[in-house]
């Protein structure tokens, strides 16, 4: 299992990147997710995404929002508990690509 974070080539904002980044990077610590992969493409908004065997879900899309880091935790943590996956290695790969 491993999280996907699709990130907008269009919209140059860094601090809310990293904002979304640091949820992410705090949810998978806290699941057990041991890969994070970033990829910067054309979308419109940042999408983060569960990779589970090969079924890709979205779990938070940051358009129109002005979420803090801990609410789009908290929302993350949520969308996993509903997904009900826990990886078992506590070994973190950050990715960009």
Avoid: H, P, Q
Wanted: with cysteine.
């Amino acid at each position: 299992m491993e999280f996907l974070i699709l990130a907008s080539s269009l919209i140059s904002d860094r601090k809310r990147e990293r904002k979304i980044i640091e949820a992410v990077i705090e949810a998978a610590e806290e699941a057990g997710i041991t890969r994070i992969v970033k990829r910067t493409c054309n979308v419109l908004s940042t999408g983060v995404y569960v990779v589970n065997e090969g079924e890709k879900k979205l779990v938070y899309n940051d358009w129109g929002k002005d979420l803090d880091r801990d609410e789009i935790y908290e929302i993350l943590v949520s969308s996993l508990k509903t997904l009900n996956g826990k990886a078992e290695s506590s070994d973190l790969a950050f990715i960009i690509s």
